[in-house]
């Protein structure tokens, strides 16, 4: 066997290195990467964030900062009790939900279905409070069990 020239060395690299990109671009579509679940937030963060934004944004005065503040405060005390209630109904309509469906499986899919439910609430519990998982269904939308 002859050794390869300089030529078809390059060539060989040339050619590896497209096939590792046409690769990497077919990975990247196929496995998109997913989002880092977002920490929990503190009370009070978003309207300090938006007071911030606000204050530098409109160049508000110390006065209408003072003013503003409590608004602001208010306001994210009203979103989290929404957002508490809304979380609480959901739950209370997906236990409906599987309640009626129970009647209707045999006991094998009932065993089933009661695996789902609590991968589906690992998965939530993961997601709201920061934890990694391997989650398979990215973009599923509900932490419902």
């Known amino acids: 066997m002859s050794p390869l020239s300089r030529t078809a060395i390059i060539g060989y690299l040339g050619a590896t290195f497209v096939a590792g990109a046409v690769a990497g671009v077919f990975g990247a579509r196929a496995f998109p990467a997913k989002p880092a679940p977002r920490p929990p937030r503190e009370s009070g963060a978003m309207s300090a964030r938006i007071l911030k934004r606000w204050t530098t944004d409109f160049h508000l005065s110390p ?24 979380e609480r ?3 209370g309509s997906f236990e409906r939900m599987h309640q009626q469906v129970l009647q209707l499986l045999d006991e094998d899919q009932k065993q089933l279905l009661e695996e789902h439910r609590k991968k589906m609430e690992r998965r939530g519990n993961e997601r709201r409070h920061g934890g990694g998982g391997n ?7 509900h932490n419902a069990p």
Do not use: C, F, W, Y
């Not at 989650?135 to 939308?141: D, I």
């Open 135 to 141: 989650s398979t269904n990215s973009g599923a939308g």
């Open 89 to 91: 109904r959901m739950k």
């Open 63 to 86: 006065e209408q900062v003072t003013k503003i503040e409590p608004i602001l405060k208010a306001a994210e005390t009203d979103v989290s009790g929404i957002h508490q209630e809304t």
